[in-house]
Structure formats: structure tokens, C-alpha cells
């Protein structure tokens, strides 16, 4: 079945609805697995591949830079997959400071650089396809930030430039940087959102990225697994490594839409994952959300969303009951 693809922003690039989450490669998923879910993903259609250089990091005995090399590792094992996938990934956390448990990010020209440098190796690939900011620096200068990046672009070394994690009124002044210097301007926004954290992107933020023509592609688009059913009440929360990260979902308006999503995935059989994505995808200015998975049969279900059209009915009664104002 043939997957509609979508313009990525001003970028030039078309994507599938699903973008495959990286940040479980050389994780909870080993590198084997890996590879079968990013065959089974490009397999069924998908064609965007997000990581970035800090992936995992964060896990014991590692430092960073792990899913890109897996990545890397699987286009080398089948030289023709780097036609068909375009390649995202984030600078500015790895080689960045912590600072009161918050990351810092480095985003000065020469650390973009060589930290562009680097996830080149790791990938194994001459250009990166979309290249995030992974976290705005307000003490760096965008005017330095982005004309790094434009002239790693200029040498064929990006082919597009992403922003993620930026506030609306810089936003707007990285656009605006970037049409005063005559450099690339940014074309992706990359933030949270989904069903259960509309407030991240409604409002402001999507009327900035809007206005400036940038595509969207949200992370967290299934809330730590939340909207796949999985975690139904505190005892589910210990399923996973990032099931405590759900605890406030299982209050207010979450279980209302655990509800919504039992009833649309019986009316169209299918699963509550692929109802999640149809919604947020169904959004203004989407251009793909995010999802990871660690085995095969939650891809499956991912899959099922870049086929699945919700009707106007069960949108707006998606819509309704995740409304961060659920009406008595």
C-alpha cells in the first residue's frame, strides 16, 4: 500500500506521517533488533530516521553517539536504504553542560562543527539530511548558530536545518536571523505534543512555526507509551523504564481519552497507537510525528497510522475530549 507523503516544512524534503523515534537504537532495543524494525519501517513505506548525537548517553557505560552508529551500521550493511530514508539528526547536548539537572546546549559554531563532523562518521553518510539545533542557547548568538550551519550546509555537509525545543518569540527571531544574514533559514520545528500535552504547541508556538511555513514533527507522540493503553493505572506503571514517567496522565482528562481511543480503534480495528498518530497527524502543520519502538509488533501498530483516515466525527470527538478544558 502506498504511503502519502507529506512536504517537510520549506525544506524541499517529503516525508511519510511516521517518523521512527532512534533514541531506543542501542538501547532497549540491541542492534539486531534495530536493524529489523528499520527494515520493517522502510519496508512498509516509512522513510524519515530521527536520532541525534546524544542518544544514549544518559544509559550507564555509554557515551552517546550509540544510535547513530547503529544507523550507521545498518545503511552500511545495504548501501541502497540511504536512498530511501531521509536522515535526521540533533546537535548540541552531547559535549553540553547540565546545569541545575538541565542540559545546556553547546551550539557554538566550532562545536557544531566538529560535532557535525562526528555524527557524519557514525552515520557513515557524506550529507545529513535534516540537521536539528537540539535546544536553543539564548547565550549563543543565532547569527552564530545558524551561519554555522549554513556554511556546513554550503559544503554539502547538511541539507537542511531543524530547530527543536525553541520558545515562540525565538522562533520567529531565528527565522528573522537568518532572512537579515541571507543564510538558510530553519524549516522543522520539533516539539512536544500529543493527545495529552496539547498546551505544549497549540497556541503561540504553532502559530510562529506556522507563519515562518516550518513543518512540524512532534516527539512524545505517544506520551512514554501512555496512549497506546498500556498503562491503565499505577500498578501498569512499572511495564517499562518509562512507565513512572505517565503518573499524571492517569489523572484528569488521560483516562477521558483512553476512552475516546477504546471506542475509535473498535470502530476502525485499529490499535490505539495508529488512532493516536491519525489524530496528531490530522493536526495544522504536522508533517510527522515521532514514535520508537523495541519490537516488531509495537512497529506494527505504528505502521497502521500512516494509513488510517479518521473521519471528521471521530476527530472532532478526539479533539473534544483531550481539550485541556474537558466541557461537563
Not at 169 to 195: D, F
Not at 306 to 317: I, V
Amino acid at each position: 500500500m502506498t504511503v502519502e507523503k507529506r512536504s517537510l516544512g520549506s525544506s524541499g524534503m517529503k516525508v511519510a506521517p511516521l517518523a521512527l523515534g532512534g533514541n531506543v537504537f542501542g538501547w532497549t532495543a540491541d542492534e539486531e533488533t534495530s536493524f529489523r524494525i528499520l527494515d520493517a519501517f522502510v519496508d512498509a513505506g516509512g522513510n524519515m530516521i530521527d536520532t541525534a548525537d546524544v542518544y544514549s548517553a544518559w544509559v550507564p557505560g555509554h557515551q552517546g553517539g550509540e544510535s547513530e552508529t547503529v544507523i550507521g551500521r545498518w545503511l552500511k550493511r545495504d548501501s541502497s536504504k540511504r536512498e530511501k530514508v531521509i536522515i535526521a539528526t540533533k546537535v548540541g547536548f552531547l559535549g553540553g553542560q547540565i546545569v541545575d539537572g538541565e542540559y545546556v546546549a553547546s551550539l557554538e559554531p566550532k562545536a557544531l562543527r566538529s560535532a557535525c563532523e562526528a555524527s557524519l562518521g557514525r552515520l557513515g553518510i557524506d550529507t545529513i539530511d535534516l540537521y536539528y539545533q537540539h535546544k536553543d542557547n539564548e547565550a549563543v548568538p543565532l547569527a552564530d548558530s545558524l551561519g554555522a550551519m549554513d556554511q556546513l550546509a554550503r559544503e554539502g555537509k547538511i541539507r537542511s536545518i531543524g530547530l527543536s525545543q525553541f520558545e515562540p518569540a525565538r522562533l520567529t527571531e531565528a527565522v528573522k536571523t537568518a532572512e537579515a544574514h541571507g543564510i538558510m533559514r530553519p524549516s522543522v520545528l520539533q516539539t512536544w505534543y500529543n493527545m495529552v500535552s496539547r498546551e505544549k504547541l497549540e497556541g503561540p508556538l504553532r502559530d510562529a512555526a506556522l507563519a515562518a511555513g516550518m513543518g512540524i514533527v512532534p516527539f512524545y507522540g505517544l506520551a512514554n507509551g501512555f496512549l497506546t493503553g498500556k498503562y491503565r493505572s499505577k500498578e501498569d506503571l512499572d511495564k517499562s523504564v518509562r512507565g513512572l514517567r505517565n503518573v499524571e496522565y492517569l489523572e484528569g482528562r488521560g483516562m477521558q481519552v483512553l476512552q475516546a481511543l477504546d471506542e475509535v480503534a473498535a470502530e476502525t480495528g485499529a490499535p490505539l497507537a495508529a488512532v493516536a498518530l491519525a489524530w496528531t497527524n490530522a493536526q495544522p502543520g504536522i508533517s510527522a510525528t515521532l514514535a520508537s519502538a523495541t519490537k516488531l509488533e509495537q512497529l506494527d501498530e505504528l505502521i497502521a497510522s500512516m494509513h488510517l483516515k479518521l473521519t471528521d466525527d471521530q476527530l472532532a470527538r478526539l479533539s473534544k475530549v483531550s481539550a485541556a478544558e474537558v466541557p461537563a
